[in-house]
């Protein structure tokens, strides 16, 4: 079964910050990969995705993914944190052909502060 | 605009009395699910539907049942709510080939 590791729960970062969100899967076979973000009382809105191709996704806001398949892993990263950027953020795995359920990690909590 | 909805938005029971939540999609997506988000929890499935009067259970199946009459309709029913069932419930839909999903705005559901 699939299954997804988000390693932190809750970071603080100052404003200009520089962020890394950790997320590793378990999958058997080949994988799309997702980062979504949550807004406070907002709804999941995607943020970046990997289907193929060059591992390193570049997505909204900013934010970049990078896709290493030895490590099983999809990092998040953001050079420059700001205040808008607090949020819930959640990794997220199927398997290629789609035909799987999408399954979530538990989320990270991010809170930049001034 | 391309979107998927949910009504209501905020509800409060009690025990026992049956409600259902709709979620409607205009995007011809043949895949839906459903979602419940509790913290420190993340995101886990109730049920799924790969297509109409296609419909599996997801990680968290127990207390709830979804009908997929339609294509554009996903109804989440609880039969008689329980106070553990106090969640905040999103519906998604996706569609081939990669099925990245698009998700509604969310049901806070509080039984008491």
């Known amino acids: 079964a699939q299954s997804v590791s988000q390693h932190n729960h809750h970071v603080i970062l100052s404003e200009a910050a520089s962020l890394e969100l950790g997320c590793n899967y378990s999958?058997?076979?080949?994988?799309?990969l997702f980062w979504y973000v949550q807004y406070p009382g907002q709804h999941l809105q995607l943020l970046l995705k990997?289907?193929?191709?060059?591992?390193l996704v570049k997505g909204i806001k900013g934010f970049e993914a990078e896709f290493i398949k030895s490590k099983f892993s999809f990092n998040l990263r953001k050079p420059s944190v700001q205040w808008s950027d607090t949020a819930e953020y959640f990794c997220?795995?199927?398997?290629?052909?789609?035909?799987?359920?999408?399954?979530f990690g538990k989320g990270t909590r991010l809170s930049v502060i001034a | 605009e391309a979107q998927v909805t949910q009504n209501p938005r905020y509800l409060i029971t009690v025990t026992g009395k049956k409600l259902t939540v709709t979620c409607s999609q205009n995007?011809?997506?043949?895949?839906m699910s459903w979602y419940r988000q509790d913290p420190g929890l993340g995101l886990r499935q109730i049920y799924y539907?790969?297509?109409?009067?296609?419909?599996d259970k997801g990680d968290v199946p127990e207390g709830y049942k979804v009908s997929r009459k339609e294509k554009r309709n996903f109804p989440l029913i609880l039969e008689s709510p329980s106070p553990n069932q106090t969640s905040l419930y999103f519906c998604?839909?996706?569609?081939?080939?990669?099925?990245?999903?698009?998700f509604g705005p969310g049901t806070r559901l509080t039984v008491t």
């Open positions: 998604a839909s996706s569609s081939p080939p990669n099925y990245e999903q698009y």
């Open positions: 999958y058997g076979g080949t994988v799309n």
């Open positions: 990997y289907f193929s191709g060059d591992p």
């Open positions: 997220a795995v199927n398997s290629y052909s789609g035909n799987t359920p999408l399954v």
């Open positions: 995007m011809n997506h043949e895949y």
């Open positions: 539907s790969m297509n109409v009067e296609v419909t």
